[in-house]
């Protein structure tokens, strides 16, 4: 088994222990990070992403249709029904994600964990900042980041997070900012506007990297956690 497989099926678990002490109220809450979803929502399109991406049934055209389907095709289905589908799911997810190239992976792991912290912030249920899950999340998105830097063909951007510096990019270093490990993993995620971005302790000007910095549309209100 993978490094990713080992994550997600870590992450599986543990999201899973998180929603079944969940009352029904708490099900219904609507999701900041994606407010057209409540929670019970959400876990359908967590559980649909996942079971389409490892059976092949990828998005042919519109993309926000694709993710719609798979959280309507569950909409009858219970909380406990959809984790039932989840642990079904499992390990034809860690053998794709065994045989799969990391990119892949990396879209798989970050949509978990992201969606993760989108209950928790709704909810005010702080946690999941650590272990294996979350740190491949972190890794995948700031690979991404660099990936879109030198895209653009930007001066590389130095990323400290909790005592950790990182270089992304090959040129010479235009800029750094600092923030807390999570606080980077929710702006690169598109849970951040380009203002608290912007507001982020930059050292240089942030704005030629405000524009790619996220790798999803930015939020139209910002989102505090």
């Known amino acids: 088994m993978s490094e990713y497989a080992k994550a997600h099926s870590e992450g599986r678990r543990q999201v899973a222990a998180l929603l079944r002490e969940l009352d029904d109220a708490q099900l219904k809450t609507m999701t900041v990070g994606c407010p057209a ?3 019970r929502s959400l876990m359908g ?6 079971a389409d991406m490892t059976t092949g049934n990828f998005p042919t055209g519109d993309v926000h249709e694709w ?8 909409s009858d289905l219970s909380l406990e029904g959809l984790l039932e589908e989840w642990v079904e799911l499992g390990p034809g997810i860690d053998t794709w994600l065994t045989n ?3 990119m892949m992976g990396d879209l798989l792991i970050g949509d978990l964990v992201t969606h993760e912290q989108d209950i928790r912030g709704a909810l005010g249920l702080p946690g999941g900042r ?3 899950t979350y740190d491949l999340a972190v890794e995948g998105y700031l690979s991404s980041l660099g990936g ?4 653009a063909g930007l001066p590389a951007l130095r990323v400290v997070h909790d005592g950790v510096e990182q270089v992304l990019g090959e040129s010479e270093v235009g800029a750094t900012v600092t923030a807390s490990t999570f606080e980077i993993l929710r702006s690169i995620g598109g849970r951040r506007t380009a203002v608290q971005i912007a507001a982020l302790a930059w050292d240089g000007d942030p704005v030629p990297y405000s524009s790619i910095f996220s790798n999803y549309e930015y939020p139209a209100e910002s989102i505090v956690e």
């Open 130 to 132: 650590g272990g294996i």
């Open 67 to 74: 993710i719609q389907a798979a959280v309507d095709a569950r």
């Open 148 to 151: 879109r830097i030198g895209g």
């Open 45 to 50: 399109h967590v559980v649909g992403v996942a």
């Open 100 to 102: 799969m190239p990391p």
């Open 37 to 39: 979803w409540d929670v």
